[in-house]
């Protein structure tokens, strides 16, 4: 959904929450409002719902890989531990 898009249906549904009460303030307060609705809306960090759940799948992967990474890793720790190399000081 664009920016145009979510700011109309925004300030579609405040002007409805308003009611009649919007229609007697005029066509300058509506103006006013819906600058101050995309002025608010620019400043959010909005993404569109494909980039989110694209990013989500990746972070998904990346998670399982390091929980098989640090899987891995245990196992070699544990193979070292039963020849009894000792493990390297930490950097």
Known sequence: ???????????SRLEAALGPELATLGEEFR??????????????EV???ELFDAHVAV???????????????EALEAALAE????EPPDP
Request: proline share 0%.
């Open 1 to 11: 959904m664009d920016a145009d898009t979510l700011l109309q249906r925004f300030t």
């Open 31 to 44: 103006v006013q409002l819906r600058a101050a609705a995309r002025a608010a809306l620019e400043r959010l």
């Open 47 to 49: 993404v569109d719902r």
């Open 59 to 73: 972070l998904r992967r990346a998670r399982a890989q390091l929980r098989d990474l640090e899987r891995r890793v």
């Open 83 to 86: 020849k009894g190399v000792e």
